[in-house]
Structures are given as C-alpha cells and as structure tokens.
C-alpha cells in the first residue's frame, strides 16, 4: 500500500511538473523575446528579424509618402485604404512627411491637420498597423523639421541660415528642444534636420536650409540641433531622432544647378565638407540622409567609400543611412550608372546605403535583387536592424501612440512662440549704419513702410513651411504698427518680388515724402503657391510664365544675385526723395547690395525671420534690441567672384579687370548700436608626446554708451604647411554680452585637432612649425594676432 502511494504520488507530482513546463512553454510562444522590455535590445532585435520573411524585412527599409496614408472627414481621421493596402502587400515600416502641409502635398488648413487631430491621424495609423500586421512593428513617422515641424500649427523659427547668423548654438539647441517636442507630441519620431551642406555656391537655391560657408560654424550648429532633437533619452516622449542632411557637399554644384554634378578632391571633402558631419555624428546623431549628386563620378547613395568606409569605419556611425527622395531611382535616370532598378537596388543597398525614401527601389526591385544573389541576406538583415533598433530605444513597442490633449496644448505655446522671436532678434545682422541712423527715435510721428516684403508673411517665413493662420505670423507693418500705435504709418507695397505688372513706385515715393523716414523691406522669397509645378522629388520647377515671387527654395537656382522685378527702381526712387532711408532684407541667399551699400544710411539683413520676424525687426529698428548678428556666409559684390568664401585655398588671387576680389562684406561680419575694443591677447602651450593643448584668450571691452553683444572670433593660419592649405580657418567663437563700459576675459582651448591638415597621405595631422592665431570681430579685419609653434607633429586618430 505504501508503495503504491508512494507511485501515485510521484506520477501526479510528475503530471503536474510537466503541466507547468507546457503552460510555460505555451507562454513564452505567446509572449516572443522581441516582444520582452526587459530583454537586452540587441537580442529583441535578433528575435524579431529571425522571425521576418524576406518580404517584411524589405518592408522596413522603404519610407513611402505619408501624407497619403489618412483620411479625413470632418472631425473624423481614419487609415487611408492606400495605408491598409501597404501594410497588408509592402509591410512597410516607414513612412515620411505624414503631417507635411504645402502646396505640393495639396493639404491646406482646411484639409490638413491641427495639432489634436495631428495626433488623432498617427494614432489611428499605428492602431491599424498594430491590429493588422503578423508581428505587430511600430511604423516610424518621419517628418521635415529644418527650422520648426512642417506641420499646421508648429511654430516657425528663422530658417537655418539666420539661425547660423546669432552664432549662439545653445539658443539653437533650446530651439531644437521646440521642434522636438512639437512633433513628437504630434507622432513624429525622426526630424530631417539639420542641413549641414557647405553654402559656397550662392546661386544655388537652398542656400537658406544652411548654416553657410563655413565647417566649423555649420559643425557647432549641427552638434546643437541633434543634442537638441534628441537628447539623453529616446523614450522620452519628446525627443526624435536627427537625421543628418545632404552627405554630402551638396551646396557646391556646378552652376548652382540643385542636385547637380560636384567637382572636388578628396582632401577638400576632408578638409572642407565632412566636418560638420562628423561633428554631428560624434555628438550621437542616429541617422544620416544622403544627397542627390554624385562626387568624382559616384553617386553618394551608392558610394561606398562615404557610407562604409568613412561614415561607418572611421567614425563608428551607428545608426541607419537613408536615401533622399528617390535618389536611388537617379542611378537609371540622370546618373546613368545602373541598368534597371534591381541593380540600382542592389548597388545602393551593397554601398551601405539601408533605406529608401520614396519606397520605390527598396521594394520589388530589392526582392528581385535578393533573390537573384545581387544582395546577401545578411546585408538586408543588417539594414533592418540598424533601423529596428532604434524604434526599440525609443519604447514604440511598448506604446507606439501619443496623447492629443497634449499636442494641443503644448504645440506651439507661448514660451516657444517667444523663442521663436528670441531666435529671430539674434540673427539680424545689422550691415551698416552710416551716421548712426539706427536706432530710429519712437518720437517719430509719421514713418513710410514700402515694399514687396513689408506684409507679406509667407515671404518672411522660407521654404519648408506649412499654411499659416493669419494671426500667427508678424509681418515687418504689423511688427512697426503694434511698436508705434500713435504714429502714422503710411505703406505702400510699391511693387513684387519678380513680376512687373503690377507697379506703383510714385505711391511709394508720395508715401515716403510724406514721411520722417522710409522703411523699405526688400529681397527674396521661398513661399510656394498652388500654381507651381513639382517634380516627384518635391523641388519646384521654374515656369517660363511664373510670376509668383518665389526666386529661392529647392529647385529655384538662380544666374544672377540681382534683387528681381522692379525692386531696384523701387529702392532708388524712395532714396531720391532725400528722406532717411532703411533697407531691410527678407531674402534666402545674399543678394547684390553694391547700390544699397553706398546709397543708403542703413541696411538690416534678416534672412527669413520666421513668424515673429516683424516684430524682432521692430525692436532693433527702434534700439529695443541692440543687433549683433554675424554673417555665415561673405556677400560678394558680384556673381563673377563665386565662390568668394574667406577660407579659400592659398593660391594666387588678384583683382578682376571691373574690380577688386574682396566680398562685400565679409564672413562673420555684422555691426552694432555700440562699440568694441580687444586688448591683451594671452597664449599658454602645453605640448608633449601625448597632445596639445593651447589656451588663447583677451579682453574685450564695451566703449560706446549702450549695451549689447559682441561675437569673439578666433582664426588660425598655417603659416608652412605639406600642402595646400585655407588661408585662414574659423577655430572658435562665443557670443557675449557687455553692458556699456563693461569688460571681460574671453578665452578659448585649441586642441591639436584645430591645427591639422590632411597631408599627402590623406592621414589628419597638427603638423610642427608656426601658426598664426587672430581675434576679432569677423574675417576680414583681426583686431589681435600672436604666432605659436608646435615642436612636434601630432596625428589625430
């Protein structure tokens, strides 16, 4: 009896245990490891991409056009049944420009989306991808994020050439921290930006998405928008990921063609043009977008030596490489470098290249390259997990979805609508001020306000910018109006941008003799209208019969730098009335000031100043700001000098036959309302076998009777070097500032890295002999310069 108990007791204990093991084997096939927060990323990765077919791995990697994927109607915002079929057929993982409103996407403030229903829309997008997908992977949602969250109701900040003009990265980065939340809160998990293409060729049109001519000043600008962007931690719920914009040198090329050919040496990309993305990178950036030119005869979406070997090898780049839109399709089209689309497939994603923006090639024609043994399934699988990773780091599949309550109160709120002006006071650059014109007195009882750009506020706001309410946006007369509610304030628009119908110069002119003084708002713009044409690619195209004022933006290179239209007429008939002028400059590129700058008193630039821009202007026109914007890239006085960039390579240079060879006004330059004095420079060296370190500092002091700021600039030249070399390179600066009569002690630390070159070897080293270190307050005119040697060369791994 004993011992049969004692059996029964063993087989029920044995019946039991085995029970047990299958509920937790039927739990851990419920609950797969990829589906685990506690488990290591790398392994939840790993799980998930083992269980993928061919099919839904190719998915991942093709980011097709969002703002397709939603249906509106009313209040109600449903999947579209283009998105139910892409996630059905293509498993797509990506997509882009979901909540993008323009002119080319054809979404208005009537059929686009607010804020709230912003969030409703991507909300809707995840649910359904989430109920009807086999393995449940959170779609990201890209978005254009340059100089504000391209979406209805975000706010504006100035574009990125007038962010470069405070020379502040960390109001840049405060402003990156804005664009951020704004399109996370909204759905958004990546933000192409920043543009860190060098501006050296003046003519081409999206010289306004950059931070200008220099690697130095576009590096500082870039590390602060990707540590603004994305922060310390991706599940935050207000951070995106950074997506480094064109790799590269896609600002220079030939004839300022957009997207064309570029001509350069591998030692000036070294020296020149891939120092600001490796800045970017090193700050974390997690991913990076390739340009549309090629470089030497090679396509950047299909160039190895960028993606692997310098991007990846050299730089430890972690994250995942995307085309721009439709680049890959150039390799058969323009480019002529692949046969068909499955080997332009191929080729691209073999380069390093991981995902397709447009979805077009990384689709059927990858599967065929795939199969036909073109590509490796290892190389897919290592693309899928550079992109997988980061929508793991991020917690999306934990909680893909986001909180409207919460879009629709912080979007656009009054502490960011006041960063917004923050940003846009310090990047006016004040270019001249001849008898001290400015500031104008708010005694002034009657003041002219003429132009083209005075109250138009698309103009005022560049390209990459949704539709706006009108209350939104502070024009230059409404800016003037609210600053001076008891003057009289006489405008006249006078003429457009471009078109010369519609011209009335002698109402100006009557307006401005009517007036104490003129101020007139020309230059440029980027505003896109639903008259223009686009190609696939999203850039404008140039019609024969166009008279809208755009002359700037993607796709609208220019032949000249002349101010367009009647704007030159306009400009010079108020002048003949011998009433104080003011000339403001609304504009995308810096445009031909050689009559301005000996004919009138004062000049402001203001780049595109985003929505308070005419208000920022109102407050330096009246001294409620003293400006102490800097110029990123040198005026020139002429086309024929392009390109005129200060740190232009040692070599023989002299005056053309019409004039001299100096810009107009040269890089880092801009005036103020006082005045600074530099003295004592100071130089420490600490050099050994292990580094070198070497400590530049003086004192600068406010001599004039107002307060302001001062942008401290430090240069250094390589007076003998093993090859050519820039004259002079930007090594440092700091934006100060010093009441009247103040001083301070500005110092900076130079490492060996600021002192290399890359040699015949193409290795990167501080070679030893003398340099040449200047401050000062721009390019062109050092205040204080001392010479240091190095006794030994040092090489930079």
Same mark, same amino acid.
């Given at each position: 009896?004993?011992?049969?108990?004692?059996?029964?007791?063993?087989?029920?204990?044995?019946?039991?245990?085995?029970?047990?093991?299958?509920?937790?084997?039927?739990?851990?096939?419920?609950?797969?490891?990829?589906?685990?927060?506690?488990?290591?990323?790398?392994?939840?990765?790993?799980?998930?991409?083992?269980?993928?077919?061919?099919?839904?791995?190719?998915?991942?990697?093709?980011?097709?056009?969002?703002?397709?994927?939603?249906?509106?109607?009313?209040?109600?915002?449903?999947?579209?049944?283009?998105?139910?079929?892409?996630?059905?057929?293509?498993?797509?993982?990506?997509?882009?420009?979901?909540?993008?409103?323009?002119?080319?996407?054809?979404?208005?403030?009537?059929?686009?989306?607010?804020?709230?229903?912003?969030?409703?829309?991507?909300?809707?997008?995840?649910?359904?991808?989430?109920?009807?997908?086999?393995?449940?992977?959170?779609?990201?949602?890209?978005?254009?994020?340059?100089?504000?969250?391209?979406?209805?109701?975000?706010?504006?900040?100035?574009?990125?050439?007038?962010?470069?003009?405070?020379?502040?990265?960390?109001?840049?980065?405060?402003?990156?921290?804005?664009?951020?939340?704004?399109?996370?809160?909204?759905?958004?998990?990546?933000?192409?930006?920043?543009?860190?293409?060098? @501006?050296? !060729?003046?003519?081409?049109?999206? *010289?306004?998405?950059?931070? #200008?001519? $220099?690697?130095? /000043?576009? =590096?500082?600008?870039?590390?602060?928008?990707?540590?603004?962007?994305?922060?310390?931690?991706?599940?935050?719920?207000?951070?995106?990921?950074?997506?480094?914009?064109?790799?590269?040198?896609?600002?220079?090329?030939?004839?300022?063609?957009?997207?064309?050919?570029?001509?350069?040496?591998?030692?000036?990309?070294?020296?020149?043009?891939?120092?600001?993305?490796?800045?970017?990178?090193?700050?974390?950036?997690?991913?990076?977008?390739?340009?549309?030119?090629?470089?030497?005869?090679?396509?950047?979406?299909?160039?190895?030596?960028?993606?692997?070997?310098?991007?990846?090898?050299?730089?430890?780049?972690?994250?995942?490489?995307?085309?721009?839109?439709?680049?890959?399709?150039?390799?058969?089209?323009?480019?002529?470098?692949? @046969?068909? !689309?499955?080997?332009?497939?191929? *080729?691209?994603?073999?380069? #390093?290249? $991981?995902?397709? /923006?447009? =979805?077009?090639?990384?689709?059927?024609?990858?599967?065929?390259?795939?199969?036909?043994?073109?590509?490796?399934?290892?190389?897919?699988?290592?693309?899928?997990?550079?992109?997988?990773?980061?929508?793991?780091?991020?917690?999306?599949?934990?909680?893909?979805?986001?909180?409207?309550?919460?879009?629709?109160?912080?979007?656009?709120?009054?502490?960011?609508?006041?960063?917004?002006?923050?940003?846009?006071?310090?990047?006016?650059?004040?270019?001249?001020?001849?008898?001290?014109?400015?500031?104008?007195?708010?005694?002034?009882?009657?003041?002219?306000?003429?132009?083209?750009?005075?109250?138009?506020?698309?103009?005022?706001?560049?390209?990459?910018?949704?539709?706006?309410?009108?209350?939104?946006?502070?024009?230059?007369?409404?800016?003037?109006?609210?600053?001076?509610?008891?003057?009289?304030?006489?405008?006249?628009?006078?003429?457009?941008?471009?078109?010369?119908?519609?011209?009335?110069?002698?109402?100006?002119?009557?307006?401005?003799?009517?007036?104490?003084?003129?101020?007139?708002?020309?230059?440029?713009?980027?505003?896109?209208?639903?008259?223009?044409?686009?190609?696939?690619?999203?850039?404008?195209?140039?019609?024969?019969?166009?008279?809208?004022?755009?002359?700037?933006?993607?796709?609208?290179?220019?032949?000249?730098?002349?101010?367009?239209?009647?704007?030159?007429?306009?400009?010079?008939?108020?002048?003949?009335?011998?009433?104080?002028?003011?000339?403001?400059?609304?504009?995308?590129?810096?445009?031909?000031?050689?009559?301005?700058?000996?004919?009138?008193?004062?000049?402001?630039?203001?780049?595109?100043?985003?929505?308070?821009?005419?208000?920022?202007?109102?407050?330096?026109?009246?001294?409620?700001?003293?400006?102490?914007?800097?110029?990123?890239?040198?005026?020139?006085?002429?086309?024929?000098?392009?390109?005129?960039?200060?740190?232009?390579?040692?070599?023989?240079?002299?005056?053309?036959?019409?004039?001299?060879?100096?810009?107009?006004?040269?890089?880092?330059?801009?005036?103020?309302?006082?005045?600074?004095?530099?003295?004592?420079?100071?130089?420490?060296?600490?050099?050994?076998?292990?580094?070198?370190?070497?400590?530049?500092?003086?004192?600068?002091?406010?001599?004039?009777?107002?307060?302001?700021?001062?942008?401290?600039?430090?240069?250094?030249?390589?007076?003998?070097?093993?090859?050519?070399?820039?004259?002079?390179?930007?090594?440092?600066?700091?934006?100060?500032?010093?009441?009247?009569?103040?001083?301070?002690?500005?110092?900076?630390?130079?490492?060996?890295?600021?002192?290399?070159?890359?040699?015949?070897?193409?290795?990167?080293?501080?070679?030893?002999?003398?340099?040449?270190?200047?401050?000062?307050?721009?390019?062109?005119?050092?205040?204080?310069?001392?010479?240091?040697?190095?006794?030994?060369?040092?090489?930079?791994?």
């Amino acid at each position: 009896m004993i011992y049969n108990f004692r059996f029964y007791t063993l087989a029920i204990l044995l019946a039991l245990f085995l029970c047990l093991f299958c509920l937790i084997t039927s739990a851990q096939e419920i609950t797969p490891l990829y589906k685990n927060p506690k488990a290591p990323v790398i392994e939840r990765v790993n799980d998930l991409i083992g269980r993928m077919t061919l099919e839904e791995k190719v998915g991942q990697l093709s980011a097709l056009l969002g703002w397709e994927m939603y249906e509106k109607q009313g209040t109600r915002i449903t999947a579209s049944a283009k998105f139910k079929a892409a996630i059905a057929t293509q498993h797509i993982g990506m997509l882009w420009a979901t909540l993008r409103a323009d002119p080319w996407t054809k979404k208005t403030l009537l059929n686009g989306l607010d804020p709230y229903h912003a969030a409703v829309a991507t909300n809707a997008l995840q649910k359904w991808n989430m109920e009807h997908s086999r393995l449940q992977i959170p779609v990201f949602i890209a978005e254009e994020c340059p100089h504000g969250h391209m979406a209805i109701g975000t706010t504006v900040f100035p574009t990125a050439i007038g962010q470069s003009s405070t020379w502040n990265p960390e109001l840049i980065e405060s402003m990156a921290k804005v664009i951020a939340k704004e399109a996370r809160l909204q759905g958004g998990h990546i933000g192409y930006g920043p543009v860190l293409d060098l @501006a050296r !060729e003046l003519r081409w049109s999206r *010289v306004e998405e950059t931070y #200008g001519e $220099d690697p130095y /000043l576009n =590096g500082r600008m870039g590390v602060a928008m990707v540590k603004g962007f994305q922060g310390s931690n991706l599940k935050s719920g207000i951070n995106v990921i950074s997506t480094l914009k064109h790799f590269t040198a896609y600002g220079v090329p030939e004839g300022g063609h957009n997207g064309g050919f570029v001509d350069l040496g591998q030692r000036a990309l070294f020296q020149n043009y891939l120092p600001p993305f490796k800045a970017a990178v090193k700050a974390g950036a997690l991913s990076v977008m390739t340009a549309y030119n090629s470089i030497d005869g090679i396509p950047c979406s299909s160039n190895s030596f960028l993606l692997n070997m310098t991007l990846r090898n050299q730089w430890g780049f972690k994250g995942f490489v995307i085309s721009d839109l439709n680049s890959i399709g150039a390799l058969t089209g323009v480019d002529q470098v692949a @046969a068909n !689309e499955v080997e332009a497939a191929a *080729v691209s994603i073999n380069s #390093g290249l $991981d995902s397709d /923006l447009g =979805g077009l090639i990384f689709s059927a024609p990858l599967l065929d390259a795939v199969k036909q043994g073109l590509v490796k399934m290892e190389r897919v699988d290592e693309a899928v997990a550079r992109v997988l990773r980061q929508k793991f780091d991020m917690g999306l599949f934990e909680d893909p979805y986001v909180q409207p309550s919460l879009a629709k109160k912080e979007v656009r709120n009054q502490d960011a609508v006041s960063l917004a002006k923050q940003v846009a006071l310090e990047s006016i650059i004040l270019l001249k001020n001849e008898n001290g014109l400015l500031p104008l007195q708010k005694s002034i009882k009657n003041i002219a306000v003429i132009g083209p750009n005075a109250d138009n506020m698309y103009n005022q706001l560049g390209d990459y910018t949704a539709p706006q309410e009108v209350n939104n946006v502070v024009t230059v007369l409404q800016g003037l109006k609210n600053k001076l509610p008891g003057a009289r304030v006489n405008y006249v628009k006078g003429c457009a941008i471009r078109d010369t119908v519609s011209v009335d110069i002698e109402a100006a002119v009557r307006a401005a003799s009517q007036s104490d003084v003129a101020i007139v708002v020309l230059g440029g713009s980027s505003a896109r209208d639903f008259k223009t044409e686009y190609l696939a690619t999203g850039a404008a195209t140039v019609g024969k019969n166009a008279v809208s004022d755009m002359e700037s933006g993607e796709g609208f290179d220019r032949q000249t730098l002349d101010l367009m239209g009647k704007q030159l007429a306009l400009l010079q008939a108020v002048v003949k009335t011998g009433k104080p002028v003011v000339l403001v400059l609304i504009e995308g590129r810096p445009l031909n000031l050689n009559w301005p700058a000996v004919h009138v008193p004062a000049i402001l630039n203001a780049w595109y100043p985003g929505q308070q821009g005419g208000a920022a202007i109102a407050d330096v026109l009246f001294g409620d700001y003293n400006p102490a914007g800097r110029l990123p890239v040198s005026i020139p006085k002429s086309v024929g000098q392009l390109p005129v960039y200060y740190s232009q390579q040692k070599s023989s240079r002299h005056d053309y036959v019409e004039g001299n060879a100096s810009p107009l006004y040269s890089f880092g330059f801009g005036l103020s309302y006082t005045a600074f004095d530099y003295a004592k420079l100071t130089l420490n060296k600490v050099e050994d076998k292990d580094g070198l370190a070497v400590t530049v500092g003086c004192y600068v002091k406010n001599v004039g009777s107002q307060d302001g700021e001062e942008v401290v600039q430090l240069y250094v030249e390589d007076m003998l070097s093993s090859v050519v070399v820039p004259v002079k390179q930007l090594r440092a600066f700091q934006r100060i500032p010093l009441k009247a009569g103040e001083e301070k002690y500005i110092a900076f630390k130079l490492s060996a890295e600021d002192f290399t070159l890359f040699d015949a070897a193409y290795q990167q080293v501080a070679e030893k002999g003398e340099f040449r270190i200047t401050m000062g307050a721009d390019s062109g005119s050092p205040k204080l310069s001392a010479k240091v040697v190095l006794e030994q060369s040092h090489k930079i791994l």
